[in-house]
């Protein structure tokens, strides 16, 4: 049974699209996170929730729209989809932030 | 300054060595210390996990934190070509919300 899983693996869209991606854990964890990971592996934060609510929110263009409906998932719609854009997001959840279980990642292709 | 330093490598190395790979990092406050493995086009998987300093050893890999001089390591010992990877250290504050990623080592073990 996987801890963290997300859909899809693969996406490949258009430039101008909208998409989305969904997580669920079944850890228990209060924590979910989103992040964006380079070409260089650099994992870089984008959102955290908490129970639901928005605890962490970097710096991040606001065609990103993370939402929780409970504190087991946690999706993220990104809109007007841009080149930029192509990278692997990996979702992750954690019990207070001791230690982070991450989901296998969405390849976002923007062509 | 980053708050977490890595080097990026990478670190070629043949099979049965002993592998080092070490991090350095600038706030005091840190607690918790991971490594994570991630293979190609897969999540970082949680490798090692501890809690302030000392060692912590699970097969054939040891953690080591010394908190006194901000430096966190992890020993392979017996590299095998499976162990090929990049290996990515995060920590994490007492009570805090969120992760401090290293940038990641590349690590090939050559058969």
């Known amino acids: 049974d996987t801890a963290v899983s997300q859909t899809p693996k693969y996406l490949v869209t258009q430039m101008g699209n909208d998409k989305s991606i969904k997580c669920e854990q079944n850890?228990?964890?209060?924590?979910m996170y989103w992040y964006k990971q380079d070409s260089k592996k650099f994992l870089k934060i984008m959102f955290s929730?908490?129970?639901?609510?928005?605890?962490i929110n970097e710096t991040v263009p606001n065609r990103f729209s993370p939402k929780s409906p409970d504190k087991a998932h946690l999706n993220l719609h990104i809109n007007s989809l841009e080149l930029g854009d192509s990278a692997v997001y990996f979702c992750?959840?954690?019990?207070?932030?001791?230690?982070?279980?991450f989901g296998q990642g969405t390849r976002l292709t923007v062509v | 300054q980053k708050e977490v330093e890595q080097d990026p490598g990478p670190l070629s190395v043949p099979e049965g060595a002993i592998v080092s790979l070490n991090c350095t990092y600038s706030n005091s406050a840190f607690q918790y210390f991971m490594w994570y493995r991630q293979y190609s086009r897969k999540g970082p998987e949680l490798l090692m996990y501890?809690?302030?300093?000392g060692n912590k050893e699970d097969g054939r890999f040891t953690a080591q934190v010394d908190k006194s001089s901000k430096y966190i390591s992890l020993f392979i010992r017996d590299s095998q070509p499976s162990d090929s990877a990049t290996y990515l250290c995060?920590?994490?504050?007492?009570?805090?919300?969120?992760?401090?990623f290293g940038t990641g080592t590349s690590l090939t073990v050559i058969p």
């Open positions: 501890t809690y302030s300093s």
């Open positions: 992750a959840s954690s019990q207070a932030a001791r230690a982070a279980f």
């Open positions: 995060a920590m994490s504050p007492s009570g805090g919300n969120q992760f401090y």
């Open positions: 850890l228990g964890h209060d924590t």
């Open positions: 929730y908490n129970n639901k609510e928005l605890i």
